[in-house]
């Protein structure tokens, strides 16, 4: 157990809603990562938070949207969602140190989008 | 250009036998780390092993190594004696601008993986 939390495992949606994935880091962890793996792309990063602050974007679509509350969980908004949008979703989170600290990733959120 | 690269879509080994993934990496940053995961079919993304750009000496975690070599921007994953359940996909990764004023740390770089498939 990496101790990073992701909810829901599974989501199955239709094209043009919107949905919300949520993540939940290790216990102490001030940055969360998010990143879309799918078939054709591989693993991507889409955006960094650190302390409730944005600090990188990746490749991020303007459908997507992110935050990091007060508490330091994360939650990604995907919306008017297509058909390449389904992929698995990951969250990682890792400590304040400067160093190579490695990122813990939470299971993933499968999406699909019907 | 791609920052990592792993050119090995696909390798198979049999059971006890040593394997070596590669890698291979693109950074101006003198100051970087590198990583492997490796993925099985159940889609967690679970670490192996870390090597830094300034340790001198190979990273190992138990049956894996990581066959370092700078001056060709190079971090292959050793396992060795292979087991069934090693079976999974293997992503490198490289983390860039380590010790510098950014405490807040940066994003992890993935290569597209290697699938390894270990047979008996």
């Known amino acids: 157990d990496s101790g990073v939390t992701q909810t829901p495992k599974h989501l199955i949606t239709a094209t043009g809603q919107r949905v919300t994935l949520r993540c939940s880091p290790r216990?102490?962890?001030?940055?969360v990562y998010w990143y879309q793996q799918s078939l054709d792309q591989g693993l991507q990063f889409l955006i960094h938070?650190?302390?409730?602050?944005?600090?990188a974007k990746g490749n991020i679509l303007e459908r997507f949207s992110a935050q990091q509350f007060p508490d330091l969980h994360s939650e990604l908004n995907l919306s008017s969602l297509e058909l390449g949008d389904s992929a698995l979703y990951f969250c990682a989170s890792s400590g304040p140190s400067r160093e190579g600290t490695e990122a813990f990733f939470g299971q993933g959120t499968r999406l699909t989008v019907v | 250009a791609q920052k990592i690269t792993q050119t090995q879509p696909g390798m198979f080994v049999q059971e006890k036998e040593a394997v070596t993934l590669d890698c291979t990496y693109d950074t101006s940053d003198q100051s970087y780390g590198l990583f492997w995961y490796k993925q099985p079919s159940s889609g967690e993304m679970i670490f192996l092993i870390y090597q830094g750009s300034y340790d001198e000496q190979n990273a190992t975690e138990g049956r894996y190594s990581l066959n370092f070599q700078k001056a060709r921007k190079s971090a292959n994953l050793v396992i060795s004696a292979s087991q069934l359940g090693d079976s999974a996909m293997y992503f490198c990764a490289m983390r860039e601008g380590l010790h510098g004023a950014n405490q807040a740390g940066t994003a992890l770089i993935f290569g597209k993986g290697t699938t390894l498939s270990v047979s008996s």
């Open positions: 216990s102490g962890d001030l940055s």
């Open positions: 938070y650190y302390n409730g602050e944005e600090r």
